[in-house]
């Protein structure tokens, strides 16, 4: 089971970002999927989730209105698009697949089994 997250790097406060996140090794699409991020000397904190259709998301209250989460079913994919990106938004950004099938969005580390390797998101001021 992999999940690769890709698509970050070094932008300036108020630019964009869209991060990927491609699954391989496993079952998919049956998954809620999430991003979380780590902060360097902060704990890992939840962004976003969206349910197994993508009828369904969940953003954390601080990139509410700024982060869209999607996926792509049949690419086996699900993207960050982040906008307004602020300093604050600086981290590593993982991916992570749910730990149950068909399962409930959740902003708890816990109820994901599988991650990504991470992405740096680094945003200037």
């Known amino acids: 089971v992999q999940l690769q997250a890709s698509g970050g790097g070094l932008v300036q406060a108020g630019d964009s970002l869209r991060l990927s996140c491609a699954a391989s090794g496993t079952p998919f699409n049956m998954y809620v999927i999430s991003w979380f991020r780590q902060a360097p000397g902060k704990e890992r904190e939840f962004v976003a989730a969206?349910?197994?259709?993508?009828?369904?998301?969940y953003y954390s209250d601080s990139v509410k209105g700024r982060f869209t989460i999607s996926r792509d079913n049949a690419k086996n994919t699900v993207a960050l698009q982040m906008n307004g990106l602020k300093p604050e938004d600086t981290a590593v950004y993982y991916c992570?697949?749910?730990?149950?099938?068909?399962?409930?969005?959740?902003?708890?580390?816990?109820?994901?089994?599988?991650w990504g390797q991470g992405t740096l998101v680094t945003v200037s001021s």
């Open positions: 992570a697949r749910g730990t149950f099938p068909y399962g409930s969005l959740s902003n708890k580390a816990g109820t994901y089994t599988y």
């Open positions: 969206i349910t197994w259709t993508g009828s369904g998301t």
